[in-house]
């Protein structure tokens, strides 16, 4: 265990740290004063994440000092396939039994008394395990023949799980569930060409499906909430009474911060203009508060741990590791651009979160396990060096 720690990166765990630490601060920040508003407990928030934060840290280490191997097994593979599945059929079924129980236009959360389970969450990284399970073992046939054949039973499984997130429906979450998938098919070993092709048909879907809905209007979506959001984001001044509030006063935040920000806890725009500060638009908050400058820290330290793991699966000298890697690389990447392309209104907002900064226990601890594993991967890969080079120098 000694041995194990130190290897450990602290490349990857230092930013991970002040992430973490930077959520729990921004996330008091920005729901205190609501609370107190509402006459309830203003520390609600902040003690709830911070007891996520204590639970993901302890997660992080169980899943770091163990065997590497063990996450590669078929028992767990098919045990998290299986229970991801049956959690996401759930939901689907919860939305159409009791669609009173959808918040912000999705049933996406199953309500286990104190704590809400998200399956989304579970299922980004049942795909990354699966994805690199499965293409570790078919990746030589990947690269010289049988690719459709090899290919296609992973992607009808994957597009059967973000098809059960998109019927919730989550259009966030099942577009992050796609990329993941795209990314990890990319990164497999297959021709280069069938990579692009993919990754460009559905990088090019999103745009293209805004670009249509917005030449020609589908009057039988007008009370769907997705729809909404869509023109809400087409047309966030002229429809502020009717949805395009978030994005403005998102404008409105970014615009008050300037370079430096109007200081720690003195947000105007989390108090009733943002609903819910503390969650999706965390990062307007972020800028009023600190500015152009925190913010650029704070996606600073996001984007270099992103490219850390990448680095690390780059070294790596085994498949499975590497595709572990890249997948989580990815989830990070593509959920934080979702994240900060809605808040700057360059997408429509579809409720995805900023890893590590905005409030939720089922992100923190998904993360977290992520984290541990991709620690777990660059401390086994840094000793099979050092056993190698002690080996090679005898």
Not at 4 to 32: C, E, R, T
Not at 97 to 110: F, Y
Not at 250 to 276: D, M
Not at 349 to 360: D, E, H
């Amino acid at each position: 265990m000694h041995k194990k720690f130190s290897y450990l990166d602290y490349y990857i765990l230092v930013p991970f740290l002040l992430l973490i630490g930077a959520g729990v601060v921004m996330i008091y920040s920005a729901s205190s004063d609501m609370l107190a508003v509402a006459g309830a407990d203003p520390t609600i928030y902040l003690k709830r994440q911070f007891f996520w934060v204590i639970v993901a840290l302890v997660i992080t280490t169980i899943v770091f000092l163990s065997k590497i191997d063990i996450w590669r097994s078929d028992r767990l593979i098919k045990g998290l396939l299986i229970m991801t599945l049956i959690l996401l059929v759930y939901l689907v079924v919860l939305s159409i039994v009791h669609p009173a129980a959808a918040v912000n236009g999705a049933v996406a959360w199953i309500n286990l008394g104190p704590i809400n389970i998200q399956p989304t969450e579970i299922a980004k990284l049942t795909i990354i395990l699966y994805f690199a399970f499965i293409f570790n073992k078919r990746g030589p046939k990947l690269s010289h023949g049988q690719i459709w054949h090899n290919l296609f039973g992973p992607i009808i499984l994957a597009g059967v799980i973000t098809g059960l997130v998109l019927i919730q429906p989550d259009t966030g979450g099942a577009s992050i569930l796609a990329f993941i998938a795209a990314i990890m098919i990319f990164s497999a070993g297959i021709p280069i060409g069938w990579g692009l092709s993919f990754v460009t048909l559905l990088g090019a879907f999103i745009p293209l499906g805004i670009n249509l809905l917005k030449k020609f209007p589908l009057p039988f979506l007008e009370h769907s909430y997705q729809y909404q959001r869509i023109l809400s984001f087409l047309y966030p001044f002229q429809r502020e009474r009717a949805g395009g509030s978030q994005l403005v006063n998102s404008y409105f935040a970014i615009n008050n911060g300037g370079w430096l920000g109007r200081g720690l806890g003195n947000s105007i725009q989390k108090k009733g203009y943002l609903p819910v500060p503390y969650t999706d638009f965390i990062l307007s908050v972020i800028a009023e508060e600190l500015g152009v400058i925190g913010v650029a820290v704070i996606l600073g330290l996001l984007f270099f741990l992103i490219g850390r793991i990448i680095y690390v699966g780059i070294r790596a000298h085994s498949t499975y590791r590497t595709l572990i890697c890249y997948g989580v690389a990815a989830m990070m990447f593509v959920q934080a651009s979702f994240n900060i392309a809605g808040v700057i209104g360059f997408l429509p907002i579809t409720g995805v979160t900023l890893p590590f900064i905005s409030y939720g226990g089922s992100s923190i601890v998904t993360l977290s396990i992520a984290i541990g594993l991709v620690l777990n991967i660059s401390s086994t890969e840094k000793r099979e060096r050092a056993a190698r080079s002690k080996k090679a120098q005898h």
